[in-house]
């Protein structure tokens, strides 16, 4: 992920040995990463059971939030690709019934949307 992209809030995909490294914890007994994700502070993985965001809070970012979403809580989503001219595309998720989205998330180019447009499908339609 470049540094133009990852300060723009642009999220970059993070291989699977290093989630499982540093978030390994958090995972219950059969859960597996699928994919994950990194802001510049924060994180969001995509396990077999749930979406885990990490969110890395005050200045030093030694205060750490982890935000578990059951993927049935899930009740829409949407995927917007880059365009030429766009720098990223972007992830809205609706938890339950909100009328706005509860998690909105931007993509630099390297991430193929399509991978997380398909993660979702498969543990929220079934």
Do not use: C
Request: hydrophobic share 40%; net charge neutral; no cysteine.
């Amino acid at each position: 992920m470049g540094l133009f992209s990852a300060l723009l809030g642009n999220a970059g995909t993070v291989n699977q040995e290093t989630l499982v490294k540093d978030y390994g914890k958090l995972l219950i007994t059969g859960e597996e990463i699928e994919l994950g994700f990194k802001l510049i502070r924060d994180t969001f993985i995509f396990t077999n059971k749930r979406l885990i965001l990490v969110e890395k809070q005050g200045i030093t970012g030694s205060k750490i939030e982890y935000k578990s979403i059951t993927y049935k809580s899930i009740s829409r989503f949407s995927v917007e690709t880059a365009g030429t001219f766009d720098l990223e595309a972007e992830l809205k998720i609706w938890v339950s019934s909100e009328a706005n989205p509860s998690i909105v998330k931007q993509f630099n180019k390297s991430v193929n949307v399509y991978d997380v447009q398909n993660v979702l499908a498969h543990h929220v339609l079934k």
